[in-house]
């Protein structure tokens, strides 16, 4: 299970549009086409997260993406992913792994291709709660990535503030602060190897 992987798939229910079941249609839309200029800032995207799967699994940093290409960093791992190619850092075994996108879920398609994917896949309802929007999602088919979700929204904002999702049998959430859009360079997804010269390179492609 790759951070990149469920980091994204929060990404995409953040997304989603939708058919509301519970409070007007208008407002739905309203509020998903909000978030939705946020989340696909032709400039980029940046938050920081927190992730937490029950006791099995806690997780924090920070991802930034931009259209097909992203850069992700915690204690453990670092990814950078220019659309073309992904290197994923170990940092303690000072380890880059290359691979190409279609090879691991650290390097998955674009956000456009990942919502076109998931407006498919789940059936989504909102309500209000105080000061967010709650949106309720549940998958319509087996090849979804969660099989449901819930998802908070900040009213003033419209920034993501929570993603609560089933992965498998367990409930995992991403906590998410600090979130902003920017304007940030192409060149910053590529891997710096002139940064890097100590580690070991090894090329997974295929």
Not at 41 to 57: E, I, Q, S, V, W
Not at 76 to 83: I, Q, Y
Request: glycine letters at 6%.
């Amino acid at each position: 299970m790759s951070m990149k992987w469920i980091l994204m798939v929060a990404c995409c229910l953040l997304a989603l549009p939708m058919n509301a079941r519970s409070g007007s249609q208008a407002e739905a839309e309203q509020v998903l086409d909000r978030t939705l200029a946020l989340m696909t800032h032709p400039g980029g995207t940046r938050f920081n997260y927190k992730f937490h799967l029950g006791r099995l699994f806690n997780r924090y940093g920070t991802f930034i993406y931009k259209q097909d290409k992203s850069l992700s960093w915690n204690t453990k791992e670092m990814v950078w992913a220019d659309g073309k190619t992904v290197w994923a850092l170990d940092r303690r075994k000072r380890i880059v792994r290359i691979m190409n996108p279609s090879q691991s879920r650290k390097g998955l398609k674009g956000m456009d291709e990942q919502m076109a994917m998931a407006r498919t896949d789940y059936d989504v309802t909102m309500h209000e709660e105080g000061n967010e929007y709650v949106l309720t999602l549940k998958a319509k088919t087996k090849k979804a990535d969660a099989r449901e979700a819930q998802v908070w929204i900040e009213k003033k904002s419209y920034h993501p503030l929570r993603v609560k999702l089933k992965i498998s049998v367990f409930w995992g959430t991403v906590e998410i602060s600090d979130f902003r859009t920017g304007n940030y360079k192409d060149s910053m997804f590529s891997f710096p190897k002139e940064k890097y010269a100590d580690v070991k390179m090894v090329d997974k492609r295929k």
